[in-house]
């Protein structure tokens, strides 16, 4: 399940600026040579992002392949430009028999990845927030019916029976934000997210008690102590005060901000070597067994 992919505008320029507020990357596919004939002119541009395209260079075969181009130079995830000729005729069989030369220009995602496990009320209301930050938002959950009826653009919706299993699909350096409607789950996916040991930010919700049980229960597992304290629980910023769930998001929003931003500025880079915190062997739990924190 995913958010709607229709912008409701009708120009390059709009759509450009509206995925880059988003920080969604997009390729500006421009025509800069034409030779003979060909469906459109010089200076005629196609904005393609990995789920729409905005506007035309001519349709046909030529496009197809433009689009088909654009979207695999957005895999690669970087900043740059491609050029290319096509043959109208001999190559892509179009009746016009020109050639066309199309440059691509590549703008690369944010580098900021979002993922939000849970859709209660602060959920709810920290995502009108996120949605409006150059990064990208994966909002996860098992209860389909939670997610309101319209979502924001740019985000992604994830209806997973299994949350936790999604960590392992984030990029290197996201950023998990743990709110879910189970205590139980909230630890699966902050242990799964710290065992990573890639992550740029793990938060959970929740009181100065869940917090130190969540921890008793890290270490028990045999994560490393400098691991367990990059955990942030209560999360969000001391220095905003309030229960409301409107007042709890701009606490938390305030907070990833400001980490992304002290990261950007020190140069901190994602570790994609990381390798994974080893845990304890699984027990063989019997039947009424307890972690000794449970007792």
């Known amino acids: 399940m995913t958010a709607s992919s229709n912008y409701h505008l009708r ?109 209660g009320h602060v959920a709810r209301a920290l995502v009108t927030i996120l949605a409006q930050l150059p990064v990208q938002i994966r909002w996860i959950d098992s209860r389909a019916d939670e997610f309101p009826a319209s979502i924001q653009d740019g985000v992604k919706v994830i209806v997973s029976d299994q949350p936790e299993n999604e960590v392992a699909h984030l990029n290197p350096g996201a950023y998990v934000i743990v709110m879910t409607h189970l205590h139980p789950l909230d630890y699966a996916i902050a242990e799964a997210a710290l065992q990573r040991n890639d992550t740029a930010y793990v938060g959970v919700i929740g009181s100065e008690t869940k917090a130190r049980r969540f921890r008793m229960r890290l270490q028990y597992w045999g994560f490393p102590q400098s691991v367990i304290d990059q955990m942030q629980c209560p999360i969000g910023l001391d220095t905003v005060a309030g229960k409301h769930p409107m007042e709890v998001s701009v606490s938390i929003a305030g907070q990833i901000i400001a980490h992304y931003q002290q990261r950007r500025e020190l140069g901190i880079s994602d570790n994609a070597e990381a390798i994974p915190i080893a845990l304890k062997p699984t027990l063989q739990k019997q039947i009424g067994y307890k972690e000794p924190f449970d007792q």
């Open 11 to 119: 120009t390059w320029a709009s759509a450009a600026a509206k995925l880059q507020q988003q920080g969604e990357g997009y390729v500006l596919v421009t025509i800069v040579n034409v030779k003979g004939s060909s469906p459109r002119d010089n200076g005629t541009k196609m904005l393609v992002s990995h789920d729409r395209t905005v506007e035309t260079i001519g349709g046909g075969h030529l496009e197809f392949l433009a689009i088909k181009t654009a979207r695999e130079l957005l895999t690669q995830g970087k900043q740059h430009q491609h050029m290319e000729e096509y043959p109208l005729g001999t190559k892509l069989g179009q009746c016009c028999g020109g050639r066309v030369t199309l440059l691509y220009e590549c703008f690369a995602p944010s580098e900021v990845q979002i993922a939000l496990f849970g859709a």
